[in-house]
């Protein structure tokens, strides 16, 4: 959608001074999640002198980068597994930090010609392509894929969603509907969590482009929202909107579906705007706690990188 040259020439015509573009960096990475700073990132590493370590303003670009790369592993794995039964490559994996291997996760059993199956099959190329993306504009710096578990995770979700009892397990790769389930829990996390970027966007041709990509993982939300919805998973949806409203702090702000009567596929407010939340917020549920600590989860010993704290509630 945007090439290299595309974002070198934005670059280059951009008034703003380092500090700012440092700044820019720093808003798009609280995306994290699908991808949403893979835009802006291609020049970054290279142009900032702080890239290996925080400056006196925050967490370098490379952190920042490294953050969404954790996330884009997490998600790669997913539905890379879920589609094909393999995840990414070996020599897409390794890098600074701890690496460490996937528990969990396996190909769906989707039904014959399934629609669902070809939704996810583009969307896993999607999510294997931000992962070459943004190790690429880290270089060297790019940290290894953590500890990933899409085992015990799914149950401990789905166990605080009410969906299942104790003593009973769930999994993701089951089936159709239990594979939709699953990816609701991450898609509109990463929507949310790349509209909490767009404040800080002052120049016109970064949010022309930065729009794109935010268009692009709400498009993967929309499908899997709207797939649900014809399959009457209101009710599961709803339940997994209010276990991450626990999760991410006291505020209300999670939608599910809808109801069988009316249907909610844009979660929105009274504008029509999507809400945002902040990297510590995405760790939360990422590590399926409300508590501020550096591992749990879908990351059993944390992500890699300087931005690993979830927040307190």
């Known amino acids: 959608m945007f090439d290299q040259k ?28 699908g991808g949403a700073v893979a835009l802006l990132s291609a ?24 953050f969404a790369l954790n996330l884009e592993y997490l998600e790669a794995e997913f539905y890379l597994r879920a589609v094909t039964g393999a995840g ?33 099959v583009e969307i896993a190329a999607d999510e294997e392509a931000h992962v070459r993306f943004l190790r690429s504009a880290l270089g060297k710096a790019a940290v290894a894929r953590p500890p990933i578990d899409l085992d015990a995770s799914f149950t401990a979700a789905a166990l605080a969603a009410g969906l299942i009892k ?68 209101q009710a599961p949806a709803q339940a997994i909107s209010d276990a991450r409203d626990s999760l991410d702090g006291t505020s209300d702000l999670d939608q599910g579906i809808g109801t069988a009567q009316v249907a909610n596929l844009v979660p929105a407010d009274a504008n029509a705007l999507a809400f945002s939340r902040t990297p510590a917020q995405v760790l939360n549920i990422a ?27």
């Open 6 to 33: 595309f974002i070198t020439n934005a670059m280059a015509r951009s008034a703003e001074d380092s500090l700012d573009r440092r700044r820019l960096f720093r808003a798009a990475g609280a995306a994290g999640i």
């Open 166 to 233: 104790a003593g009973q397990t769930f999994s993701p790769f089951t089936d159709e509907t239990s594979f939709l389930l699953g990816a609701f829990i991450f898609e509109d996390v990463g929507v949310t969590a790349y509209k909490g970027a767009a404040p800080f966007i002052d120049n016109k041709t970064y949010l022309e482009a930065a729009a794109g990509i935010l268009a692009v993982e709400a498009y993967h939300a929309g499908i899997i929202r709207t797939t649900m919805y014809a399959r009457d998973l």
């Open 88 to 120: 990414l490559a070996g020599n897409l994996t390794d890098g600074k930090g701890k690496k460490g291997g996937v528990t969990g996760g396996r190909q769906v059993p989707f039904t014959a010609g399934s629609l669902v199956r070809k939704y996810a």
């Open 43 to 66: 020049t970054s590493a290279a142009a900032d002198d702080d890239q290996n370590g925080d400056g006196p303003d925050g967490p370098s670009d490379s952190a920042i980068l490294n």
């Open 287 to 313: 590590y399926l706690t409300p508590k501020s600590v550096k591992s749990g989860g879908f990351f059993p010993d944390g992500v890699n990188g300087k931005l690993n704290r979830s927040g307190g509630s």
